[in-house]
T-cell receptor
Framework: AQSVTQLDSQVPVFEEAPVELRCNYSSSVSVYLFWYVQYPNQGLQLLLKYLSGSTLVESINGFEAEFNKSQTSFHLRKPSVHISDTAEYFCAVSGAGGGNKLTFGTGTQLKVEL | DGGITQSPKYLFRKEGQNVTLSCEQNLNHDAMYWYRQDPGQGLRLIYYSQIVNDFQKGDIAEGYSVSREKKESFPLTVTSAQKNPTAFYLC?????????????FGAGTRLSVL
């Protein structure tokens, strides 16, 4: 069985400030890790993923996440946020070697303020 | 444009009524999924299908039914047995059922009870 914990349900931050959204997972097998973003009343869009190789992965819009196996974490960071980053962010995990069952965290609402 | 189309965007159900949510994809993906999203609970898997004419129950299948008669279509029926159907329903697809494959999401259907 696998699980994902996103401890922060809401994160308010001022524009141009840095932000970190925390994600911890639990799994008995090797994992693949994903961050998805959801804008109001829309579906989810993939932000970035870790499958293998370099533990630091980046998205095209300035977000990055680092896979830390010893701490079972996959925190999402951005050095300078923009108003348009306001959205809900979901961390998800799937178990390598098994079927494609994604387990999602409960989500973190990022609110960027002027 | 390739993508996943969910319809309708909004749906209202009367007590005792079955309703069907449509999900169509033109990505030529083998695997399709249905999730339910409730505030503060993240996404929970209802049903998934890795190939035509085959599907499996997810974590919360009770009160729901699906069919997969065509590769591009995966309709979800919310039956009268589902006592708390009010939620945002998301359909997704992936190239295959392997754990490392990205899931792509539709824009969702919001179901409410009259």
């Amino acid at each position: 069985a696998q699980s994902v914990t996103q401890l922060d349900s809401q994160v308010p931050v001022f524009e141009e400030a840095p932000v970190e959204l925390r994600c911890n997972y639990s799994s008995s097998v090797s994992v693949y890790l994903f961050w998805y973003v959801q804008y109001p009343n829309q579906g989810l869009q993939l932000l970035l993923k870790y499958l293998s190789g370099s533990t630091l992965v980046e998205s095209i819009n300035g977000f990055e996440a680092e896979f830390n196996k010893s701490q079972t974490s996959f925190h999402l960071r951005k050095p300078s946020v923009h108003i348009s980053d306001t959205a809900e962010y979901f961390c998800a995990v799937s178990g390598a070697g098994g079927g494609n069952k994604l387990t999602f965290g409960t989500g973190t609402q990022l609110k960027v303020e002027l | 444009d390739g993508g996943i189309t969910q319809s309708p965007k909004y749906l209202f159900r009367k007590e005792g009524q079955n309703v069907t949510l449509s999900c169509e994809q033109n990505l030529n993906h083998d695997a399709m999924y249905w999730y339910r999203q409730d505030p503060g609970q993240g996404l929970r898997l209802i049903y998934y299908s890795q190939i035509v004419n085959d599907f499996q129950k997810g974590d919360i299948a009770e009160g729901y039914s699906v069919s997969r008669e065509k590769k591009e279509s995966f309709p979800l029926t919310v039956t009268s047995a589902q006592k708390n159907p009010t939620a945002f329903y998301l359909c997704a697809s992936s190239k295959t059922g392997e754990a490392k494959n990205i899931q792509y999401f539709g824009a969702g259907t919001r179901l409410s009870v009259l």
